[in-house]
């Protein structure tokens, strides 16, 4: 059986800088990511934003995750392999050969986090195309340069909620309104305010999305706003954020290290980039 002094679990940020600080103390790891490509998140995030806590440049999300792989390329990074258990410290992972069995002796999780999509919000109504996450919307336009719609409405007013609206407009997709539950907007403000009078995004608080409308593409959305129900047309819904840690393979409590958007408050791409390096320090130091 394969062992390895230490195995990352997740190829985002904290996973390749963890890997990257475990190499410079001389310590063998290997990073297994399921996607065929390392980088993460950022791999779809087309807008500025990323690099200056790690490496003190402003860039877009694809650039930030290519230099990421950059930075890991004479490390064992292995794309395409996905961990389906663990057993103490046999981790079993199926790649495109099969399925087979490695040990390691530390074990660092960081698989990241997720949106939460319609079924676990409770949203009615029919199941048409143009319903989705902004990671499948980003996915769309940044990867496929496909746009699924051109008048969607987005769900929610996280920080990643605004980030929809800087993908669409990478392919000319002009959102109808932003709506949220509650008396304001979960980011902070002047958000509402840029998105409105920048972007022409109207933002909507204490607006409820009731059920979704189509046949074979959304054609409407019932909201409920100030106490009244009405009928927004539109062609898609974006949910957005309500972040969901990654965090099966921890169903059984295995002895395993976190780093990254798997556990704690939602971080950004560059402090898990730090908390990787740091918690890869530090589990050095164990194996020592």
Known sequence: ????DAIIIGGGPAGLSAARRFSELGIAATVLEREQQ?????RHCGH??????????????????????????????RAGHTVLGIDGDILRVQNARGIHE???GKILLATG?????????????????GVMTTGALQANIYLQNFAPFARPVIIGTELVSFSAILTCRHLCIRPVAMIEA??????????????QFVYGVPVWTRTKLIAIEG???????EIEREGSHERVACDGVIFTGEWVPEASLLVNRPKVTLAGNVHGALKTSGACWREGRAIAEKMAGELA
């Open 1 to 4: 059986m394969e062992r390895r």
């Open 38 to 42: 390392a980088g993460g998140v950022p």
């Open 48 to 77: 500025l934003g990323f690099g200056w806590q790690s490496h003190r440049r402003i860039w877009t999300g694809p650039r930030f995750a290519a230099q990421l792989r950059a930075d890991s390329a004479a490390l064992d990074v």
């Open 102 to 104: 490695m040990a390691a």
């Open 113 to 129: 986090t997720r949106e939460t999509p319609r079924a676990p919000r409770f949203v009615g109504g029919s199941r048409p195309r």
């Open 182 to 195: 509650k008396d304001r907007i979960s980011a902070p403000r002047p958000g509402d305010l840029v998105a």
């Open 215 to 221: 046949r074979s593409q959304v054609e409407a959305v």
